[in-house]
């Protein structure tokens, strides 16, 4: 997959990163864009995709609702000085991860989401997790893994990796989840039909995914997908 890294020079050349300092008190390292009182606010803590780093989403807060804590995480495995992965791809089929790679990850995530939340004065029920691509195989991967830990997830041009969709049951935890996908028709590195499965996956689990479909983007961010994003996560908020 590609690098999303600045996404398009369109969304982020008005950016201003108020806190470009890279933390490194949680169990994984990040960026922080916080309001002066965090305690209770909506938590959304963005998941890179391959081949990038923390700052690549994190630009993406000056869109969203501006009294929420955002949090850009780094991914643990290190492919040169500024581009991480969170898994090792299995195989040459359909995309896929290796097994001890999403576990690995997907468990450092869940550690990363309790001690932020301790952190930042906020309940579960108003953690979500935002991730691009890989990042948002992840975050499925931990949300729908652990939904007692998170109040929603967004998956921007990602996918449900063949064994957590093997594994997924209909069960009641998993019925309070909000679930954004948003995903680009013409997308030649996940193919638009992922985002498709797993809006179709989760419905049979009885979720209510909130489905939106690019005409046209390729494996990317634009415009109107940020404002999707905003008016689900300003709905979502209790």
Known sequence: MIRCLALLALLTAPFVHADTLLHDDLPLRYLEQAPAETRDQPLVIFLHGYGSNEADLFGLHERLPATYTYLSVRAPQALDADSFQWFRRQGQGA???????????GELIGRFVRAAAAKYHTEPGKVVLVGFSQGAAMAYEVGLRHPQAVRGIAALSGKILPLLASQLRSEPGLQH????????????????SDGVEANRLLRGLALEPQFHAYPGMGHSISEVE????DRWLRALAP
């Open 95 to 105: 995309y896929d991860g290796v097994s001890e790679d999403l576990a690995s990850s």
């Open 177 to 192: 989840l909000g679930i954004f996908i948003g995903h680009g028709t013409s997308d030649q590195r996940l193919p638009y």
């Open 226 to 229: 940020i404002q999707d994003l």
